[in-house]
C-alpha cells in the first residue's frame, strides 16, 4: 500500500521530538456534527451549494496518502474550492496522536461526485502533534478556528468546540470497529458551519487551542489557482 512520509514535532507531557512518521491511510469524517442542530446548519450549509443530503450519517472517505501535506501552499483547479479546519487523529508505532489539518475540497465537484471532490484537492496538515492522552480528560475544551481573506482583510471564518464534532472513541468505532486507529492511518474528525457560509480564499489559516495548557497548534497555506484550460 502506498506511503507518505511526513515530519512532525511531537508533544508528549513535556517531551518534544522530531520525527516521520509513515502515513499508509488517510481518511476524511463527513457529517459529523454532535448534536442534531449543528448536523442540520451543516446539511444546510452543503445543500445551499448543490450537495446532496447524505443517507446516513457518519461517513468516511478515503483518499490517497499522497495528497496530504504541511507545504505552505497548494495548487487547485479553478476557483470554486474553500478549507475546512478540523481536529485530525494520527496513529503511528509509539500511539495516538491530536493534530489539526485543512480538508480542502472541491466544491463544483462535489455537488455531483463528492468523493472524488475530497480526493482533488492537497490535505494541508500543521507539523505538529500533541500526545492524545495529555488531552483526553478536557477533550471537550479544545477550540477549533480558521481564518481566510476577504476583500483584502483577514476574517474569522469558523470557530467552535470539537464538543459539536463526535467523540474521538465514536468515530475511530464507527470507523475502525474500535476505539483506536490502525497504525499508519490519518483520520480528519469532521468540522461545523463557516461564519457567513462556504466560500473560497487566496489564503487560508487554521488553529487547535487548548485552553487548559494555554498552547495551541497554527498553520496557513495559499490556495493558488490554476487555470481550468489553457
Known amino acids: 500500500m502506498p506511503a507518505e512520509t511526513l515530519t512532525f514535532r511531537t508533544l508528549s507531557g513535556s517531551a518534544m521530538d522530531r520525527r516521520p512518521i509513515d502515513l499508509r491511510a488517510v481518511v476524511i469524517a463527513v457529517w459529523t456534527s454532535r448534536d442534531p442542530t449543528g448536523r442540520d446548519l451543516r446539511v444546510a450549509e452543503m445543500e445551499a ?33 474553500s478549507g475546512e479546519v478540523e481536529v485530525v487523529l494520527v496513529r503511528d508505532v509509539r500511539g495516538l496522536w491530536v493534530g489539526v489539518g485543512s480538508d480542502h475540497t472541491d466544491r463544483r465537484m462535489e455537488r455531483s461526485e463528492p468523493h472524488v471532490a475530497k480526493q482533488m484537492c492537497d490535505k494541508p496538515i500543521a507539523p505538529d502533534l500533541w500526545a492524545f492522552d ?4 478536557h477533550w471537550d475544551a479544545l477550540i477549533l478556528r480558521s481564518w481566510i481573506v476577504e476583500h483584502g482583510e483577514t476574517r474569522l471564518y469558523q470557530e467552535g468546540s470539537v464538543a459539536a464534532i463526535l467523540p474521538p472513541g465514536e468515530l475511530m468505532r464507527a470507523f475502525a470497529g474500535r476505539e483506536d486507529l490502525p497504525e499508519g492511518t490519518a483520520l480528519y474528525c469532521g468540522t461545523f458551519a463557516a461564519i457567513g457560509g462556504i466560500r473560497p480564499s487566496s489564503r487560508f489559516a487554521y488553529e487547535l487551542f487548548d485552553p487548559q495548557r494555554e498552547r495551541r497548534i497554527v498553520h496557513a497555506y495559499d490556495v493558488v489557482a490554476l487555470p481550468a484550460g489553457i
Open 134 to 137: 495529555d488531552v483526553a480528560d
Open 49 to 81: 451549494l448543490g450537495i446532496p443530503r447524505p443517507p446516513s450519517t457518519p461517513q468516511f472517505r478515503r483518499i490517497s496518502t499522497h495528497r496530504l501535506t504541511s507545504a505552505d501552499a497548494i495548487e487547485v483547479v479553478g476557483a470554486e474550492s
